[in-house]
């Protein structure tokens, strides 16, 4: 009958032919093995890929795994592919990303209201374009005066991002790091500046 | 307003303000980030905000910036007398009993300017990730077996822009490939029509000359000015009519040709000619028209 094939042989098959990430539970479910044989496949198959020269790699996104061509062969890949990546989101719609997602981590999703009050500006419009581009989307309403919608991200945002959840996104104190790092710190009290005419000309990009 | 999210970053380079500003408005994201970019720019500590000079500052830079954009500065105007408050509460005596860290009126700015500083960080990781997860290919993301060509998008990534910048391409060459109309079919009627008018007016004038700028409307669609064109090549050819022009463009001036005749309705001294064909179907403007009218003209 069937040969017998090594579970990683298995995965490798499975992951193949799925258009979407598999998560372990989905394979240990599909292949009826239990989730530990299932995760030490993967392993195998991550290690058989890295170490056999392979151009592809297994990548944990989106809740789930998925088989990839190598980050490293990017260039040349892109070059022979004929592929421009026009999409660049803008800085608004990072910030409006990043307010969603980290309320929807906190399992306290955000309304536009909520938003907007973070960001100072009206942000609808922003909102409306990442949800046509499936970056997010709208998740009931809140039970609240005027219930207004509630708005969480997909697993295209996590994908876009190249996230495998929405933990893997830094916390508040890898954030906080951030400005301790910056070349210009904006902790240290300075002298009062001659707030007429700022002597700086060559302003630095806003953060 | 904020810019959509297909937007690709501008990194425009406002005008030199006189006060050393070199950024205009549509830079910032909102009135926080200009904040932020403040704070950062004078090297302030932001738990310690000095609110006056900052806000002297920010009121300052909005504006310079009013006349560029009314719409965005709504916004930020609201932020300014925000900040107005603010300066003045700062310079009002406190009752002691509340002199502490709690009764700062700054606190609840402050507070939004680092739950902000924090978004905007996150935003930066997020830029971060999406490069880098950009060098990674999927299976069914790149349809090598389609007719492709170098350069060509993925559907998937083409924005509105991209889009439009691909019709334009395809617009251009078939303009490029377009050839000249061989037929032009304009009613024939039309110009006996138009001749006849012309020939009307002519014989009601009293020194027996129009302005061609009488005849012309400039308004007109252009199927009416190549029946005037026609009307008039015709008359001429047919001696009915002269035009002439004293100099490069002066008035063109139309005047009663040899074989015109005042006495003889206008519509028949066409219709002697057998210039226009009698059917209704329009007549191609081709050779071998040409061929048949001059033929016919030789007859008479």
Not at chain 2, 279 to 290: C, F, I, K, N
């Amino acid at each position: 009958m069937t040969t017998e094939l090594a579970l990683s042989r298995l995965i490798e098959a499975c992951l193949f032919v799925s258009d979407s990430p598999l998560s372990d539970r989905r394979l240990a479910e599909v292949l009826s093995r239990p989730i530990s044989e299932v995760r030490a496949g993967l392993a195998e198959l991550r290690a058989l890929y890295d170490d056999g020269g392979s151009a592809l790699e297994l990548v944990e996104i989106a809740e789930g795994w998925r088989i990839a061509t190598r980050a490293s062969l990017e260039p040349t890949l892109a070059r022979i592919f004929g592929v421009r990546r026009l999409q660049r989101l803008s800085r608004a719609a990072l910030e409006v990303l990043s307010i969603i997602a980290y309320r929807d981590r906190a399992s306290d999703p955000a309304t536009a209201q909520d938003v907007e009050q973070v960001r100072g500006v009206d942000s609808y419009a922003v909102i409306k374009g990442l949800m046509e581009q499936d970056y997010i989307r709208q998740a009931g309403r809140k039970e609240v005066p005027g219930s207004p919608l509630l708005y969480v991200t997909t697993p295209r945002f996590l994908e876009y991002f190249g996230l495998k959840d929405l933990k893997d996104l830094p916390d508040e104190m890898e954030l906080d790091a951030l400005f301790k790092e910056s070349p210009q710190p904006v902790m240290e009290p300075s002298p009062e500046p001659s707030s007429a005419s700022p002597a700086d000309s060559t302003p630095a990009p806003p953060p | 307003m904020d810019a959509m999210p297909v937007q690709v970053e501008g990194e425009a380079g406002g005008a030199a303000e006189p006060g050393g500003f070199t950024v205009t408005l549509d830079r910032f994201t909102g009135p926080l980030d200009l904040l932020l970019y403040l704070i950062k720019k004078n090297q302030m500590d932001i738990l310690e905000l000095p609110v006056a000079p900052i806000t002297d500052q920010y009121v300052q830079y909005i504006e310079s910036q009013k006349d560029v954009n009314l719409e965005v500065a709504g916004e930020y105007m609201a932020m300014a007398s925000e900040l107005l408050q603010l300066k003045s509460r700062m310079i009002l005596p406190r009752p002691p009993v509340l002199e502490s860290e709690e009764s700062d009126p700054r606190r609840a700015l402050v507070d939004r300017l680092l739950l902000y500083r924090r978004i905007q960080a996150a935003g930066g990781v997020l830029k971060d990730r999406s490069i880098a997860a950009a060098k990674r290919f999927y299976r069914g993301t790149v349809d090598l077996a389609a007719p492709y060509r170098k350069g060509v998008i993925l559907l998937q990534e083409a924005t509105l822009f991209t889009l439009l910048a691909e019709y334009r391409i395809v617009l251009d060459a078939a303009r490029g490939r377009r050839r000249p109309p061989e037929e032009i079919a304009i009613d024939a009627s039309l110009v006996e029509e138009r001749s006849t008018d012309i020939l009307r007016r002519l014989s009601g004038v009293p020194f027996g000359e129009i302005v061609f700028d009488e005849v012309y409307f400039v308004a007109a669609p252009r199927v009416e000015v190549l029946v005037l064109l026609l009307s008039l090549l015709e008359l001429s050819r047919l001696h009915l009519i002269l035009v002439r022009q004293e100099a490069p463009f002066a008035a063109i001036r139309l005047e009663p040709g040899p074989r015109f005749r005042s006495d003889v309705p206008p519509a028949s001294l066409l219709q002697s000619e057998q210039v226009f064909e009698t059917d209704e179907t329009p007549l191609p403007a081709s050779p071998s028209r040409g061929e048949e009218v001059s033929a016919g003209a030789g007859m008479t």
